[in-house]
C-alpha cells in the first residue's frame, strides 16, 4: 500500500482527534494527524492545562481565607517559581503525547492541512488520501478590532507571563476574563474588567454572578460595564484605553478576552464545499459535513452544545465508532449491528473556574422559574456544612425538582463546584430517585458526603437543615 494513503486523516490534533485517532488505530484502521503546532491541541498546551496548574496555589490561599483568624499569616505567590513549575510540566506533555501515538502506530504529519477533494489533503505540496476526513482544527483567540489593537495580548501570552504586571486590564465579560482576573487580584495588581454589555458571565445564574463580582470587587478588581473602548495607545502614564464618551483606563498590560473564533480558514472547505457559519463547520446529526465522508469534531463545529473540552472528546469517540460502523464488512456483520445512532449528548457540566468556581448543569433555574411542574430549591450547604465544608459560609446550591422529585439541573457556587457538579451530573444522568441516592454509601467525613445527604433529603420531599 502506498505509504500516503490511509482510512482515517485528521486535521488538528486536540482532545476532538486523538481520543478517536486511538480508538480508530486499535481497530486496525491506518490513521494520521495532521498538525500545525504542538500535538495535542489548545487545551493541553495553551489552554486548559496550564491554567488549572497556575491556579493552584491561589486557590489554596482562597481556602485558608475562609478561616480568618485562624490563619495568622496568609502566604505569598512566587509567580517566577510557578511559571518555572508550569513550564517544566506543561512544556513538554506535546513531546511525551506524540511519542505515544507514534508508539500506537499513528502517522503524524507536521505541517497545514488543506483539503484538496473529499479524500485528500496537502501538506506543504504532499498529497495524502484517506476514505474519511476528520476536521478538528478548534478555535483561537478573537482579537478586539481597535486602534492599537497590536499593544493587546491574548490568554496564551498571560500563560507566559515571566513578571506579573502592577496594572492588568481584562478585555471582555466571559470566563477567561473571570478566571484571570481571580488570579490577578490575589497577586496583588490593580484589575480592570472591562465590558461591553451591563453584566459579566451573562450565560450563568446571575444571582450566583454577582455574588462573584461583588467578592472580586472586595479584592479590588475593578469592572466597568457598557463600555466599548475604541481606542489603546501607549502613554507616559502606560497603556490608555478611551472610548467615544470620555471614558479612560491607564494600564500597564491588556489581555483580549472577547471570545473565540473557530479555523474555518485556509483548510480549503470552499474548494471541497463543507459548509460553515461564523459559528463554525456545518454538521448532520452524525457529525457529519455536507461532504459526507468528511466530519468534524470538537470547537470547530458549529453547535449549540458547550465547546468544552470533554463534548470535544465525546464526539471524538462518537466519531470514531461512526467510521467503524461505515467502513465495516456489510457481508460479515448483520445490517442491525451496523445501525448508526445519531449522537446524542448526555448532561453536561460547564464550570467557570474563577475563586470561588461557578458550576451549572442540566436545566436552569430560569427555565424552571418559566415553566409549570419544576420548582427550585436553595440548599446553602457552606452555613449548614460550615466546617466540612471547609468555612467556606456563602457557598450553596440551587437545584431544580420535577413533580416526581428527580434531579433535572442544578447550579453551585463555591470552592468544591467543580467537583460537586460531576457529582449531581451523574444523579441527572442516571435519572436517579430520591431513594436511590439516600442508597448510596459514599465516603465520610467530607463536604460531597453532607451535600448528598442534603439533597437526597429534598429529592424525597424533606426540607432539612443540619
Not at 502506498?2 to 490534533?13: A, R
Not at 507514534?102 to 488520501?129: F, M, N, P, R, W
Not at 459559528?279 to 458549529?302: E, R, W
Amino acid at each position: 500500500m502506498n505509504n500516503k494513503h490511509y482510512d482515517v486523516i485528521y486535521i488538528g490534533s486536540g482532545h476532538a482527534a486523538w481520543h478517536g485517532a486511538l480508538i480508530l488505530n486499535q481497530m486496525k484502521k491506518r490513521v494520521a494527524i495532521i498538525e500545525k503546532d504542538k500535538i495535542a491541541g489548545t487545551c493541553t498546551n495553551y489552554g486548559c492545562n496550564p491554567k488549572i496548574l497556575l491556579e493552584g496555589p491561589f486557590e489554596a490561599i482562597e481556602s485558608l481565607k475562609h478561616y480568618g483568624d485562624i490563619v495568622d499569616t496568609l502566604p505569598q505567590v512566587n509567580w517566577s517559581k510557578l511559571m518555572d513549575y508550569k513550564r517544566e510540566t506543561i512544556n513538554p506533555m506535546h513531546e511525551g503525547l506524540e511519542q505515544i501515538f507514534k508508539d500506537q502506530g499513528i502517522d503524524i504529519i507536521k505541517g497545514e492541512g488543506l483539503l484538496k477533494d473529499a479524500h485528500t489533503v496537502s501538506v506543504d505540496g504532499t498529497e495524502y488520501h484517506a476514505k474519511f476526513i476528520v476536521l478538528a482544527t478548534g478555535q483561537r483567540s478573537h482579537v478586539l478590532d481597535i486602534e492599537g489593537k497590536e499593544l493587546m495580548h491574548n490568554s496564551t501570552d498571560f500563560m507566559e507571563l515571566d513578571t506579573f504586571p502592577e496594572r492588568i486590564t481584562f478585555l471582555g465579560g466571559g470566563y477567561i476574563s473571570i478566571e484571570f482576573a481571580s488570579i490577578a487580584a490575589k497577586m496583588g495588581s490593580e484589575v480592570s474588567v472591562i465590558g461591553h454589555s451591563d453584566t459579566v458571565l451573562k450565560q450563568y445564574h446571575q444571582p450566583y454572578v454577582q455574588k462573584l463580582v461583588k467578592k472580586l470587587e472586595d479584592e479590588g478588581v475593578t469592572f466597568h460595564l457598557n463600555i466599548d473602548v475604541n481606542k489603546l495607545e501607549q502613554t507616559e502614564d502606560g497603556l490608555k484605553f478611551t472610548d467615544d464618551k470620555g471614558f479612560e483606563l491607564y494600564t500597564d498590560y491588556v489581555v483580549d478576552a472577547t471570545g473565540r473564533v473557530p479555523n474555518v480558514e485556509g483548510i480549503g472547505l470552499e474548494q471541497v464545499g463543507v459548509d460553515y457559519d461564523k459559528h463554525g463547520i456545518k454538521v448532520n446529526k452524525f457529525m457529519q459535513t455536507s461532504v459526507p465522508n468528511i466530519y468534524a469534531s470538537g470547537d470547530v463545529v458549529s453547535k449549540k452544545t458547550p465547546k468544552l473540552t470533554p463534548t470535544a472528546t465525546f464526539e471524538s469517540n462518537y466519531i470514531a465508532l461512526n467510521i467503524l460502523g461505515n467502513d465495516a464488512d456489510k457481508k460479515k456483520f448483520p445490517l442491525k449491528a451496523l445501525k448508526l445512532l445519531p449522537i446524542k449528548y448526555p448532561a453536561i457540566p460547564n464550570v467557570v473556574y474563577s475563586l470561588p468556581r461557578i458550576a451549572h448543569v442540566g436545566m436552569t433555574v430560569e427555565e424552571a422559574e418559566r415553566k409549570s411542574g419544576y420548582k427550585v430549591k436553595t440548599i446553602k450547604f457552606g452555613e449548614q456544612l460550615e466546617f466540612q465544608y471547609k468555612h467556606e459560609r456563602d457557598a450553596e446550591m440551587k437545584v431544580i425538582l420535577d413533580g416526581r422529585n428527580r434531579l433535572k439541573g442544578a447550579v453551585i457556587y463555591g470552592s468544591a463546584a467543580d467537583d460537586l457538579i460531576n457529582m449531581l451530573t451523574l444523579i441527572i444522568e442516571k435519572k436517579m430517585s430520591g431513594r436511590e441516592v439516600n442508597k448510596l454509601i459514599v465516603a465520610f467525613p467530607s463536604a460531597s458526603s453532607g451535600v448528598i445527604q442534603l439533597l437526597g433529603m429534598h429529592m424525597m420531599g424533606v426540607d432539612i437543615d443540619l
